[in-house]
């Protein structure tokens, strides 16, 4: 069974704090996906990584940044927080191109406050 | 740009019905379909892909459609159950690189007893 984590489920920060969400997945999968959901706009892609220390902008990609130093671990950060950030934050992971699903973890609640 | 609308936004039906939920793409320049399952405050559930060759899935109670030239799929749930009740989320899939999705806003699911 596919199994992708993010550190927290949910989040309180001030803004303008600098904000780490985590992301781990364990089966070995290159792709992987960051985005965030509101309501009424539905799901959007902030950044996704093919591979290690690749990345590629997504839909809405300002505010934010992030960094893939192993295969597993795909981290989004938030440089200085601010209270439009606060989002429902999910990440994705997926095999190559190809018929493949993505795969989803749990979600973190972000306020900024 | 590709736009995924869902609706209706919301639904509510008696235990038993079944029901149709419907998706609608501008782009008929698909890979594939996906739909997932959301529950309140939580991540996605994968419940059928469609690749863009075939006409349908099914899986269980659940039977998913993809006319990719009209830019349509339907998501069809038999004898609904109030466990049913969730909100059901379709993405496609485009055919450039990565694996990227692009989500509608999804529909609110209700079954009620």
Redesign the interface.
Known sequence: DVK?TQSSRYLVKRTGEKVFLECVQDMDHE?M?W?RQDP??????IY?S?DVKMK?K?DIPEGYSVSREKKERFSLILESASTNQTSMY?C?S?F??G?????????T?LTVT | KQE?TQIPAALSVPEGENLVLNCSFTDSAI??L?W?RQDP??????LL?I?SSQREQTSGRLNASLDKSSGRSTLYIAASQPGDSATY?C?VRGTG?????T????TQLKVEL
């Open positions: 992708v792709n996906f985005y009424g706009l539905g799901l959007r892609l996704f093919y590629e997504g999910l994705a997926s190559p191109p018929p493949r699903e993505q795969y989803f973890g749990p979600g609640r | 995924v890979y594939n996906q997932f405050g939580k991540g996605l559930t994968s892909l690749q989320l993405a690189g990565g694996n990227k999705l989500f509608g806003t999804g």
